[in-house]
């Protein structure tokens, strides 16, 4: 039980640092405080260090003064003999309340000890600052050389004064801390401006997220650039465009799916009527050619439903792109024998002049069903007695089909709406639906090709295919 709740509350945990890495305000965030830390440390250490130098100042400056104090008190006596009467002040300035103790010392220049603590170490420059220890402890201490009337030559002598360090270091902590606080404070109204603005800098991407969520499923008009930042405004660019498409490909589908109904009707409308003559029909041979007619009709739906299909089918991303090595002059040959019946009933002459083999890449089913739509219009619009040939053909790495009959052709100004879902050219007396050439432009486009239509040298139409070979 108890590894099953810590397992499910270190899944929680991980969706939540999940979450929070995937956030934006929160990253930015991260990146500000991580600087203000950085900062901050820098400063610590800065400020410790002026705070130092500040404290070593101040004492070295009071060690000087009392090393005056005793110089000045220093004199030769009617003897001769160089005495000194320290002057209580010049030891009470260093009474700072941290039970601090002082060390002196009245040195001739001939190295005999006037007064003070005798094994004292000496600074090696005179009236500066310099650390030591003394008797075990650590101090701060200065040296004056002072000269004193009376001495042989009017010699010099020497003071040293020394104090342990205890009211340095509050002074240095107390100096440090106001510093330090004076500075934090700063950071942190820097760290508390830098998170306002940001979260006023996103407030207009998180008024986006919530324009683009909140919309109805069947909004797609654009939204307004001005609402974001200048930065930001490619990005509502982007989005407008994207729904443009996405509302031009909604229109294409509700018009494809109300000229399929329109074509699906009126046959079927022609079915019913027929089916009800034939059953009226009290005469054999009447009754027989009502339910011919009624074949055809049934096998007009029929091929327009088979034709949607592959249409539905051929479409870029309807299928899982196959990859299969397909044969392209084989598939033409087994297209051209199962039509070859039908030419011979229409006394069209059909051919076939192909390389062999030519390899491509692609769908079998779909690169068979172009190449059908392509036999079947070049044998249904060429007039009985024509030709119709079909080449197969490799160049460099292309793979050339080119379908060829000398049929009526197709007007010039024609050739590019021919590829349109149901357009079929006025006064075709052929029956059909005008979805062939649409789903060859399918094929070829989801196989990475190209196709071309254009006069046949025997004035009728050529189609050509241009496909990458494998
Ligand atoms: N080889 C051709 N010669 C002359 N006209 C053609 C030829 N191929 C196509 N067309 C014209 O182009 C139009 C569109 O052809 P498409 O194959 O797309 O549709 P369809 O043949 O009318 O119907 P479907 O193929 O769906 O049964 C046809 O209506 C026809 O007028
Ligand atoms: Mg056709």
Redesign the pocket.
């Known amino acids: 039980m108890r590894t099953e709740d810590t397992a499910i509350r270190r899944g929680k945990m991980s969706r939540v640092f999940h979450r929070l890495r995937e956030s934006l305000q929160i990253q930015l965030l991260a990146w500000v405080l991580l600087t203000l830390f950085g900062a901050i440390c820098i400063n610590l250490y800065l400020s410790f260090r002026s705070a130092d130098i500040t404290a070593d100042l101040v004492t070295d400056h009071t060690l000087l003064a009392s090393a005056r104090v005793i110089a000045e008190a220093v004199h030769v006596d009617a003897g001769g003999t160089v005495a000194v009467d320290i002057p209580p002040a010049a030891l009470e300035m260093f009474d700072t309340g941290y039970g601090d103790r002082v060390f002196y010392q009245v040195v001739t220049a001939w190295g005999s000890l006037v007064t003070g603590f005798p094994g004292m170490p000496q600074p090696k420059i005179e009236q500066t600052g310099e650390d030591g220890n003394f008797r075990g402890d650590p101090v701060r201490m200065v040296m004056l050389n002072h000269p004193v009337v009376g001495l042989p030559n009017d010699g010099d002598i020497s003071v040293t004064v020394a104090v342990t360090r205890n009211g340095q270091h509050a002074m240095r902590r107390s100096l440090w801390l106001s510093d330090f606080t004076k500075q934090l404070v700063l950071v942190l109204l820097a760290g508390l401006v830098t998170i306002i603005g940001l979260q006023r800098g996103l407030a207009p991407v998180l008024r986006l997220r919530d324009a683009v969520r909140d919309r109805g499923r069947d909004r797609l008009d654009p939204l307004r650039p001005d609402m974001v930042q200048s930065e930001l405004r490619p990005l509502v660019h982007a989005l407008n465009d994207h729904m443009e498409r996405v509302q031009n490909q909604m229109a294409a589908q509700r018009r494809f799916v109300s000229n399929a109904a329109h074509q699906l009707r009126t046959p079927l409308a022609l079915i019913s009527t027929q089916a009800s003559v034939a059953a009226r029909e009290a005469d054999s041979g009447r009754r027989d050619e009502a339910l011919q007619a009624l074949r055809g009709s049934t096998r007009q739906v029929t091929?327009?439903a088979s034709?949607l299909l592959t249409l539905s089918r051929a479409e870029h991303g309807a299928r899982r792109p196959r990859n299969d090595r397909i044969d392209l002059s084989a598939i033409a040959r087994q297209i051209l024998e199962s039509h070859a019946e039908e030419a011979l009933r229409r006394n069209l002459d059909l051919g076939l002049e192909a390389e062999e083999p030519v390899f491509v890449e692609g769908d079998g089913t779909m690169l068979r069903e172009m190449l059908v739509?392509l036999v079947?219009?070049?044998l249904?619009?060429?007039q009985s007695g024509g030709t119709v040939t079909a080449s197969i053909s490799k160049q460099d790495d292309v793979a050339i089909l080119a379908v060829e009959?000398n049929?009526?052709?197709?007007p010039e100004a024609?050739r590019g709406q021919?590829?349109e879902r149901f357009?079929?050219?006025m006064g075709?007396e052929?029956?059909?639906?005008?979805?062939?050439?649409?789903i060859v432009r399918e094929v070829v486009d989801s196989a990475g090709g190209s196709v071309e239509l254009d006069e046949a040298a025997g004035g009728?139409?050529r189609?050509t295919i241009r496909l990458p070979a494998a």
């Open positions: 091929r327009l034709q739509n079947d219009n070049a249904r619009y060429t009959d049929g009526p052709g197709i024609e021919v590829f357009y079929r050219i075709t052929q029956e059909g639906s005008g979805l062939g050439l649409a009728g139409l189609v």
